[in-house]
């Protein structure tokens, strides 16, 4: 039988688990993965970063924008922490990515040998399994494993750590050809232990029982929705009760803005509609989301009137964080139709016009006197970009403001870092989110100190042609941070002025993208124009965008008050 080395198992691995792309950085620990991956690159697409946490990121853009898995590969010491930030991010928004990295030797293990960490132990709290291969004969069921893990139940990202000795070894190619029937059971043992069929026909009742004695019910629904691929069954559940329908960051998409029953985002910057709505509800029905803190603000406070009714795929959030009066745990897409076929065909409330009339009102704040307002950015971009775009952001007030004023229509149309907030996801995301998908335009909206975190990946875009538009909202300060020193710390700006260089008109040209910048809306449009035409050629394309830097996101709840208790 003919023997293959680990790194030739690898290669043969990925590609069989329909892996086409795979984002990374080369070192010494690596290097056979990387021999390995030039013998095959018409095989095997290998996407050169600039930097190993943006490979992650990249991972995880290409992941979310696909509900495929993403794969980076990282070499062992700094190689490998630098993965971690990434990691962590799609850990917290369940993202499912497999982070490969290469260690010294397995002789060399724990002996502090030359660029060895212990990344299975750093990573444990942040994935949800790791593996580090000590025999080459097992690397193939192990490359298996991973993608299995990564994918079942609640997705989420893993890690295969591979020394370098293994990647050399080899061993007979058999190991690729795994046992349909062993496959199968390893499959069930893992997949089953997080996606069973974990609710009863009496959960599904009680949660029936709840819905029909409901005269005010709202429906708060969360990234898990998208994840299950059930924004069609939210529609039909939503419709079917008449209940207003609050999205978290993490579902934008999920539902149509266009939609009667949409009242916007929920929480610290949710819509006065969603907010006030769930604190006068009496049943709120909370699909996919897990009442994270800037959902509920003050638990106490949280939909205190209500009784609260949970469906989601993960065990562990129910009655974690809210106390629940009934829930169905189990994957959301059937869940969801086994409930609709337990509700009447129609069924009314007593909401009125109440939530409509909610609707209507608006931060006064949003100045129409600003030469360039956020609003107008963010919305003049949107008029002019399919509604098939892929719209990435990085984190802070560009964020919020993008999810209050660009209207999402399709699921998986938003990448952004929810749980973990991490600044610097923005333009790796859409690096992997370009890959995934070059068909789709895409946009990131970033802030000046985001883009400075990760604007060396404009060099990976010009190195393979790849034209997407960032537009820096650019208030020359760390806005969201200098937002609450101006609302709480008396304007105490303690280090959140970036008035400094670089300029970044000449950063984008210098990394061969296009750079333009605008200060008021008539320079703004002549920039998106020039812009848009730089993409069609294949260019990258950055509008550095001046806005005030007073200017605020709002609504906004301030910490440890209730939600309805809005700064507007």
């Known amino acids: 039988m003919e023997q293959y080395t680990g790194s030739r198992i690898l290669i043969e691995s990925l590609i069989a688990q329909g892996v086409d792309t795979i984002f990374g950085y080369p070192g010494g620990a690596v290097l056979n993965i990387y021999d390995e991956l030039y013998k095959h690159s018409d095989r095997l697409r290998h996407i050169l970063v600039s930097h190993e946490q943006h490979a992650a990121h990249a991972a995880d853009g290409y992941a979310r924008a696909t509900g495929k898995t993403g794969v980076c590969l990282a070499t062992s010491g700094p190689g490998a922490t630098n993965l971690v930030t990434g990691i962590a991010t799609a850990y917290m928004d369940s993202s499912p990515i497999v982070a490969i990295t290469g260690n010294v030797a397995t002789e060399l293990l724990g002996k502090d040998s030359f660029q060895e960490v212990d990344i299975a132990g750093i990573s444990m709290p942040i ?148 907010n006030k709505a769930v604190q006068k509800a009496d049943l709120l029905i909370t699909i996919g989301a897990r009442f994270s803190d800037r959902v509920t603000s003050s638990v106490r406070d949280f939909a205190k009137n209500a009784k609260i009714l949970q469906f989601d795929i993960d065990m562990a959030e129910i009655n974690k964080n809210v106390r629940t009066a009934g829930f169905v745990a189990g994957s959301l897409k059937p869940v969801l139709r086994k409930t609709l076929e337990a509700l009447p065909a129609k069924m009314s409330n007593d909401w009125g016009d109440e939530v409509s009339k909610w609707k209507e009102r608006a931060p006064a704040s949003h100045r129409k006197e600003a030469a360039l307002h956020p609003r107008f950015v963010i919305g003049s971009t949107a008029a002019r970009l399919a509604p098939e775009a892929v719209v990435v952001t990085d984190v802070g007030q560009h964020q919020m403001w993008t999810a209050q004023f660009y209207p999402l229509y399709r699921p998986r149309s938003f990448l952004t870092s929810g749980g973990l907030g991490t600044m610097g996801f923005g333009l790796g995301a859409a690096l992997g989110a370009k890959a995934a998908c070059p068909e789709r335009p895409v946009v990131l909206f970033t802030g000046d100190g985001s883009f400075r975190m990760n604007c060396a990946e404009l060099g990976t875009l010009a190195a393979y042609g790849w034209g997407i538009l960032v537009i820096v909202l650019n208030n020359r300060v760390l806005g969201m941070v200098r937002q609450w020193q101006n609302l709480f710390y008396e304007k105490r700006f303690s280090h959140t002025v970036l008035d400094r260089p670089p300029d970044f008109v000449k950063l984008a040209e210098a990394y061969g993208a296009a750079g333009f910048r605008a200060h008021n809306k008539e320079t703004f449009t002549a920039a998106l124009d020039a812009a848009l035409a730089a993409i069609a050629r294949g260019q990258t394309a950055v509008i550095d965008a001046l806005i005030d830097i007073d200017e605020v996101v709002l609504p906004m709840v301030p910490g440890g008050k209730p939600i309805d208790e809005q700064i507007v």
């Open 127 to 274: 994935v949800k399994h790791n593996w580090i291969v000590k025999d080459v004969a097992d690397l193939a069921e192990i490359v298996r494993e991973a993608f299995l893990v990564a994918k079942a139940g609640r997705p989420g990202p893993v890690l295969i750590d591979i020394p370098k000795d293994i990647t050399a070894n080899k061993t007979d190619i058999s190991s690729l050809f795994s046992d349909t029937k062993v496959m199968k059971e390893r499959a069930n043992r893992l997949t089953g232990r997080e996606c069973r069929v974990s609710y009863t026909d009496a959960d599904i009742q009680n949660a029936a029982s709840l819905i029909a004695a409901a005269r005010r019910p709202v429906i708060y629904a969360g990234g898990g929705v998208i994840i299950a691929d059930a924004g069609e069954e939210l529609r039909e559940f939503a419709e079917r009760i008449d209940a207003p329908v609050a999205l978290s960051l993490m579902a934008l998409g999920a539902l149509s803005p266009a939609h009667r029953l949409y009242t916007g985002m929920i929480g610290m910057h949710g819509t006065v509609a969603s």
